[in-house]
């Protein structure tokens, strides 16, 4: 027997509506209003053991707190998978369900499922972090909403085959994966069926739909480069020699910062380029066609810029995906801003 | 262009006295097979194994992998190549079906090369694990290359080539078990109803993003990095006028095998003159540069439209920086009014998180997706590995590792692996094959 545990608000708790908004979470065991009708659909497979309530304003405007203390409650509960909502149309509570089930999710690593309607500000927010079943607008459709949140909780203890989101009814993650086509269907009808769609005026659905550009603005301008420091970060993989942080040639989740506050140049045979992605040769006999050290330090002479900062950071950036690249980035972004670094040149192959 | 491809079923192969084929049964002199491996002095050493749908055998360094052919008139399997230039696309060419000559190396492998298992879990990650394969194992004394990630492969994958036109000279007199005829009129002198229909191009971005000469596709050996994107018909490129590279993560290569049979033209063939009107392939590129990826793109999109393309495929060999070229031709042909379809591996990292291809448009509104190549794979020990197991951690595969702190080494010491999809042999068969997609969970 699998265990469960639902969290609702205080009007499903039944405390009461609007003006027992600041209610502060309490825990309680067995069934409270909704989850009464979660134990039924669940069976026999799934016992919801307690029904957390908490009140929309009291979550809205002492997140933490709240957070924390339900928290708390779990900590010495046993529970297999957690329940938030459905929340329907309903903005505090579809958020507050979004914050509780993250945080669960995160701290005690458990399937986490909700129901919202689409307009509800909650989708957007906690999408990618747990899954959120795509509800009705009111409490008219609570039987049926709860029924989509216990099946797939069903599923996922009986370790069933979780199908894509568009397939299970939740709203997609973020997150894609290889299937395989059930009935198989190649590649090469696929394409022709689709174009055949297209040339003839009918409705077609791609295989990979373009997500809104994620863009990142491009920042001012130094005002007086002659007083800037200039660093050098670059994705094309020049490391010492021997590669002492074993930075992977493609695929990287590593980065490396080397001093190179004593240098003119890069020398070759000192450093090289690990980067699989393009022909090293070039880059082998001279690295500074990657980090352009050389230049840098005749800039620093001629005092075009102030000074080139003491390390360049590196890593290799083919077959590297966005999120890791982006997480490299933060990383090293607080070295640069350690080192007071006005300015990057970022160099990639 | 009349190209006959007459088949030759493969039931069975087995090695015996005199190569030959009959009633379904492949035979092979293995002596004399070994002979023609070996005409190249840089081949050092060199074994033949047959392999089977089913067997417990694992392979890698996988390098390449071609179909078994003659060409019945005479001349090379892949002319510019394997012998002197002809046209391709024109005439008989006699082809060993469901099987393929598979080159592996004996110790040595990169970025490119890639794994096949013939059984278990890991078999539905590669279409050769449903082929009945001749595989050659060899090494070489290319000194040069040897400790290098990137390898041309260039004595093994000819002697791979000698090897399948070795073996299918034997049906060069014979009957096949089936004549498939591929013809096109030329374009100007089509039938009205042909006329009538929406007119299709294929466009094929072959890989090419090496400067150095060595390691990309070839065109009637000519390398596709020197290459501006020109007007092809379909039967050069499955009859031999196209061989594969040795760049790019496995998975989303065109093996030379995939190329002679690529499945996207097959389809377009069977259409033709019913839902649409094919036109030809236009033979494009994936360079590094800026302006070289533009000015392919462009000459693509003039190319179509002179021919009068109402809609276009584009498939690209490779994924990362080749999507620049992808989406750029893409969006040249959409803006040039030609409706445009996409076909392509994406990359969506081990989480699948990241954003799927490099650069995206929003006119790119259809694609098909054959695969991801960074999702992990971890596959159980094999009772059999040819080739060398230790290579897919050690030789920089592009989904192979020496070490990480969560997953440790790709290979691990009973032989069990832990690997991304990158490194299965053309597992995201993009010229076709693949039933594979990929999904938002």
Not at chain 1, 128 to 142: L, Q, R, T
Not at chain 2, 210 to 224: A, C, I, R, S
């Amino acid at each position: 027997m699998k265990k469960a545990i639902l969290y609702i608000n205080q009007f499903f708790g039944q405390i009461g509506g609007e003006e027992e908004a600041d209610f502060a979470p309490e825990i309680r065991e067995g069934l409270v209003g909704p989850a009464i009708e979660l134990q039924k659909q669940l069976g026999e497979d799934i016992k919801v053991t307690h029904t957390i309530i908490c009140g929309d304003n009291y979550m809205g405007s002492n997140t933490e707190e709240a957070v924390n203390t339900i928290l708390g409650f779990l900590e010495d509960k046993e529970f297999d998978i957690f329940f938030a909502g459905p929340a329907f149309r309903a903005g505090r509570y579809g958020v507050a369900c979004g914050n509780i089930g993250k945080a669960v999710s995160e701290k005690f690593n458990v399937p986490v499922i909700s129901s919202m309607n689409e307009e509800n500000p909650g989708v957007e927010m906690f999408r990618k972090d747990i899954y959120i079943f795509k509800g009705g607008k009111s409490a008219a459709a609570m039987r049926e909403d709860i029924k989509k949140m216990a099946d797939f909780g069903k599923k996922i203890v009986k370790g069933e085959t979780l199908l894509s989101a568009e397939e299970e009814g939740y709203f997609g993650r973020g997150l894609r994966r290889q299937v395989w086509l059930d009935p198989p269907v190649t590649a090469a009808d696929r394409v022709v069926d689709m174009l055949l769609k297209k040339l003839n005026g009918e409705p077609f659905k791609t295989e990979l739909p373009i997500p809104p550009v994620d863009t990142v603005p491009i920042a001012p301008p130094i005002k007086d480069l002659s007083k800037a420091t200039i660093a050098i970060v670059t994705s094309g993989g020049i490391v010492p020699v021997d590669n002492p942080d074993r930075i992977q040639s493609a695929s990287a989740t590593r980065w490396g910062k080397y001093d190179i506050s004593n240098m003119e140049r890069l020398e070759a045979g000192v450093f090289k380029t690990i980067h699989a992605g393009f022909d090293p040769m070039v880059a082998n006999q001279n690295p500074n066609v990657i980090v352009p050290l050389d230049a840098l330090r005749a800039y620093e002479k001629e005092g075009k810029i102030g000074k080139v900062h003491e390390y360049f950071y590196t890593t290799v950036g083919t077959g590297t995906t966005q999120g890791e690249a982006a997480r490299m980035a933060r990383e090293i972004v607080e070295h640069l801003k350690e080192g007071q670094v006005d300015g990057v040149i970022l160099v990639s192959t | 262009m009349r190209l006959e491809l007459g088949n030759f079923y493969v039931k069975d192969i087995v090695f015996g006295e005199e190569t030959s084929y009959s009633n379904g049964i492949l035979t092979i002199n293995k002596e004399e097979a070994l002979k023609v491996v070996m005409e190249d002095e840089h081949i050092t050493d060199a074994d033949l194994h047959i392999v089977k749908p089913g067997d417990r055998v694992r392979l890698v360094p996988v390098k390449e992998a071609i179909e078994p052919r003659v060409r019945v008139d005479g001349g090379p399997v892949f002319p510019g190549v394997t012998g002197d230039l002809m046209q391709a696309g024109n005439g008989r060419t006699h082809a060993l079906k469901d099987c393929s000559v598979l080159v592996v190396g004996k110790h040595w492998g990169g970025f490119q090369d890639g794994l096949i298992d013939m059984s278990g879990e890991g078999a539905k990650y590669t279409y050769y694990s449903q082929l009945k394969n001749i595989v050659l194992v060899a090494d070489t004394d290319e000194e040069f290359e040897k400790r290098e990630q990137q390898k041309k492969n260039r004595a093994l994958r000819w002697a791979g080539m000698r090897l399948a036109e070795y073996i299918g000279s034997c049906v060069k007199d014979l009957e096949p078990d089936e004549l498939e005829v591929f013809e096109l009129e030329p374009i100007v002198k089509r039938t009205k109803q042909e006329n009538d229909l929406p007119s299709v191009v294929l466009v094929l971005q072959f890989q090419s993003q090496m400067e150095e000469l060595g390691y990309n596709d070839l065109v009637y050996g000519w390398d596709t990095n020197r290459m501006l994107p020109t007007f092809m018909h379909p039967n050069e490129i499955l009859d031999g006028a196209v061989i594969s590279g040795s760049f790019m993560p496995s998975s989303s290569k065109w093996s030379t095998y995939d190329i002679q049979n690529f499945p996207v033209i097959r389809r377009l063939y069977k259409e033709h003159g019913k839902t649409l009107n094919f036109l030809g392939v236009i033979a494009s590129n994936l360079n590094v540069a800026l302006d070289q990826k533009e000015r392919s793109a462009l000459l693509v999109a003039q190319i179509a439209k002179s021919l009068g393309a109402d809609g276009a495929i584009v498939a690209e060999e490779g994924y990362g920086n080749p999507d620049a070229d992808f989406i750029a031709c893409i969006v040249a042909l959409e803006d040039a009014g030609i409706k445009t379809v996409g076909l392509t591996p994406e990359c969506t990292g081990r989480d699948g998180r990241s954003q799927p291809l490099v650069t995206m448009d929003p006119k790119a509104d259809a694609i098909v997706s054959t695969g991801d190549v960074s999702q992990l794979i971890e596959l159980p020990p094999m009772e059999t590995v040819i080739g060398e197991l230790e290579s897919l951690a050690r030789d920089g595969f592009a989904g192979g590792w020496w070490g990480d702190e969560v997953l440790g080494p790709s290979v691990r010491e009973d032989g069990s692996i832990i690997m991304e999809n990158n490194s299965m042999f053309c597992g995201d068969q993009v010229v076709g094959w693949s039933t594979k997609t990929v999904k938002e969970f």
